[in-house]
């Protein structure tokens, strides 16, 4: 293991809001405990499991705080983010993806191997990876959840048709050390689309895949215990279609632009804006002011971060400033002030971040690692 | 100091290519060597100062192989960025950028105090920060650079006019423990203007300007030493015009698509693209290939990456995927294969990363770390 050092750190508990150095990435805890308890009251009035994604905050702290709320475990995309969630004590881990490469399986089986008493999952949708896995269990005497990911509509990864889904979980069921758990229907393609009837009909089309590939699961005495999916923009309609059992989303805890841009379902609960990007005014002249975060702060593959202020915009970003024009009235902005972004999309921009720093009612209550910041293996 | 572990180094030295583990950034020794050698030649020929920005590469290394092949030192953008490269014996940084902040500013001062053979130089565009860091210095027994921001064109820093550069100048020049030592003039906003026509008129403003502010000072006995600026877009207008002194670019060494997309103006040298983003192939159907790189791997704001080979292109960047389409012939891609990506945009990919792989003939022949990734202070 290399250790690498961080000399700095952007605030200390107690410190006000205002004193924190920039740029740096805020939670604000009264929204995000806000966001956790309308969550957890979906889950329980739906009767579905709430699995919350992690790969959106990466934060170890944050996941306590989710299960501590109701979750059942978290999901992650790496084996990197596994290593770190499993390390720290987190229980119950799903991969909600695909795990590909020598190196990459062997770390997962030992760190399998390593925490016997934890429940660590992954998702396969080919019969080799999957044999692979099965051989390294034995061999390292580890066991693993095994999900078979079925492409519900995102063309991105999983098994295009219930055959193939029953291939593939033959094939898991066969090895000793793997537990075959059920489906991984993750309707990404579904999070974004604007207007609540197209995303209705999105994952109405992936339960019926869902439902269609368990049938004929079942048809070939293959059990099917859990189906996984739903995000943040749907998971509302996975959560009532009776077919899923397990809800999976993650941005709803800190909640960004993109999402905040869809139609919002009547029924389905509000989350709060509890990210954002804090910054400095460190150049100003006229009805320009510049903050000293860019692009090496946030992401904007999503668009731009929103001012939480009216009457600037963000009228350029680059590595590392963002300039603001005024466009109407707002406050007057000077040389040293701080300034609240939200973020456009939150899961690339938290990976920017080494801490997030917990604030309440203007005071910061504990700054957190990113704790697997980075960790895209 | 706060030490994190780093559990995940993707490569040895003598590892082959398709070895490395992904996502990874692979750096092609020879043709950033190529790119060293043309950069010395052309810096050479206009008798102007090199002093690449290692804003681009934040890696200690690398800085040390420009200082080699003729940079008489580098820029970097934040206080952060300097630490790192100054505790690392590069013994002439300048900081490109304003510092703001009282925290911020003390931290340049002990850097400049602890180093006192080393030259560190910022720059400013109001009154208030050159008088606190002269206060600071006074207070502190160390010295630093200090170079008046003009703004050429950019409208994001900088001060507008001659008459406020004089200003600035003298108070700066009234600090004892400041070094005054001329103009920072960075046309920003030409370095990526398409035609050759548009740029170099861009650079033919920003020279005015600058020659305009250089008379004024002189007008006013103030010594205009060094007048820097130019980047990978512009740099042998800025090194022809006579009038500057020093150039400053920090892309020729790594290149991305996004400067690829200029007009190659023929009094230029070439640069190679020699940054990579190596991605595995982790689930394939069809005309459909799934790299296991997406936006925490690289970055998007300047446009989607490049694969390095034909009859395929990016279909869709999610954050840990990249899919890639078929599009004529090309060659076939099984699960588990490498792809090589070229990156949009070097400067915020290399800063999602911990390593970068240096590679020559398809062997690894050293890893090295990204020293100031992150470094956003």
Chains 1, 2 share one sequence.
């Not at 790969?55 to 978290?74: L, N």
């Amino acid at each position: 293991m290399v250790t690498r050092p961080t000399t700095w750190i952007p605030a200390a508990k107690g410190d006000r809001l205002q004193d924190v150095d920039t740029p740096a990435l805020i939670l604000d805890l009264d929204r995000f405990e806000t966001n956790l308890a309308r969550m957890r009251a979906a889950a329980a009035s739906f009767q579905v499991r709430l699995r919350p994604h992690a790969k959106s905050h990466k934060c170890v702290e944050i996941a306590r705080r989710q299960i501590a709320a109701g979750a059942i475990g978290i999901c992650c995309q790496k084996v990197g983010e596994a290593e770190v969630f499993v390390n720290a004590g987190i229980g119950d881990v799903l991969i909600t993806n695909e795990v590909v490469g020598e190196r990459k399986l062997q770390r997962l089986v030992q760190l399998a191997r390593h925490h016997p008493n934890a429940r660590l999952g992954v998702c396969v949708d080919n019969v080799q990876t999957a044999r692979r896995l099965g051989a390294l269990c034995m061999a390292q005497q580890a066991r693993l959840d095994v999900y078979v990911d079925l492409d519900v509509g995102q063309n991105r990864t999983g098994v295009a048709t219930p055959q193939e889904a029953v291939e593939l979980a033959r094939t898991v069921v066969a090895c000793p050390r793997l537990t075959f758990m059920g489906l991984h229907a993750y309707a990404g393609n579904a999070q974004h689309r604007r207007g609540v009837p197209e995303r209705r009909a999105a994952v109405e089309a992936a339960t019926r895949k869902a439902a269609e590939t368990r049938a004929a699961l079942r048809a070939a005495d293959l059990p099917c215990e859990v189906i996984t999916g739903g995000g943040t923009g749907t998971f509302i309609y996975e959560a009532g279609s009776q077919i899923f059992s397990e809800i999976q989303p993650g941005s709803y805890v800190l909640m960004d632009v993109d999402y905040a841009r869809n139609e919002q379902d009547q029924n389905a609960p509000r989350f709060e804006h509890a990210l954002f990007i804090l910054a400095t005014v460190m150049s100003q002249r006229g009805d320009r002011a510049t903050l000293d975060a860019g692009l090496k702060a946030f992401s904007t593959d999503a668009g731009l971060p929103a001012p939480t202020f009216t009457g600037w915009q963000v009228w350029s970003v680059s590595d590392e400033h963002t300039v603001l024009q005024r466009t109407g009235d707002g406050p007057s902005i000077k040389l040293g002030d701080k300034a609240l972004l939200v973020p456009s999309h939150c899961d690339p921009t938290v990976n920017l971040h080494e801490w997030i720093v917990a604030v309440r009612k203007g005071a910061v209550e504990a700054v957190w690692p990113i704790d697997a910041r980075g960790a895209f293996f």
